[in-house]
């Protein structure tokens, strides 16, 4: 049993593609990450988030603590966008939990 | 600029041999960890540190060794043991949850380093 879910796992978009990608955890939380891996293999981190919402250029991430569920929005979506994106969850125990990660696709 | 640097990017080795994966932290956090990706699948906690000198197992932590004398630095050594090295491993940094004190969110990620055994 994976403590973090996320959907979907695959996605291909057009280029300027509003994006939603998902997650969903199990128990309660003390903070979600939100993750990027490009090719190559390489992870930026994109966001923290312990409650409300985050924006950061094209990338909005919203977190509802009650409904242990996080979204990553992506706005007008661009090809350098193409990469896996991970969801990861520290619980009070203070251990992260990582999704299996959501590969993004954008074609022009 | 604080934060947490693993080097190299990337690092080929000879099967057999064991190597050392660097991991640095410049922001005062307590806890530091280990995870490996392979494809396809999540990242799995190798070791994890909550202070230094002392270390817990994670979920995958056979063939692996770590080390916390400083409270910046966590090297994972990867034994000729371990029976699949070739992965992604990352580092990951973060504040000791203190119950008393309450939630603390503050965690940062290194940038990964892949290694290939050959």
């Known amino acids: 049993k994976n403590e973090v879910e996320q959907s979907p796992q695959n996605l291909t978009a057009q280029e300027g593609e509003f994006i939603t990608i998902n997650c969903s955890y199990s128990?309660?939380?003390?903070?979600l990450h939100w993750l990027q891996q490009h090719p190559g293999g390489g992870i930026v981190s994109l966001f923290m988030l312990s409650s409300g919402k985050k924006k950061h250029g094209r990338l909005i991430a919203t977190i509802n603590i009650q409904e242990k569920h996080s979204s990553l929005h992506i706005t007008a979506s661009h090809p350098r966008d193409s990469a896996v994106y991970i969801c990861a969850v520290r619980f009070s125990s203070n251990q992260f939990y990582f999704g299996t990660g959501t590969s993004l696709t954008v074609i022009p | 600029d604080g934060g947490i640097t693993q080097s190299p990017k990337y690092l080929f080795r000879k099967e057999g041999q064991n190597v050392t994966l660097s991991c640095e932290q410049n922001?005062?956090?307590?806890?530091m960890y280990w995870y490996r990706q392979d494809p396809g699948q999540g990242l799995r906690l190798i070791y994890y540190s909550q202070i230094v000198n002392d270390f817990q197992k994670g979920d995958i932590a056979e063939g692996y060794s770590v080390s916390r004398e400083k409270k910046e630095s966590f090297p994972l050594t990867v034994t000729s043991a371990q029976k699949n090295p070739t992965a992604f491993y990352l580092c990951?940094?973060?504040?000791?949850?203190?119950?008393?004190?309450?939630?603390?969110?503050?965690?940062?990620f290194g940038q990964g380093t892949r290694l290939t055994v050959v």
């Open positions: 990951a940094s973060s504040i000791a949850y203190r119950a008393l004190v309450g939630m603390n969110t503050e965690a940062f």
């Open positions: 128990v309660g939380i003390s903070a």
């Open positions: 922001l005062n956090h307590d806890a």
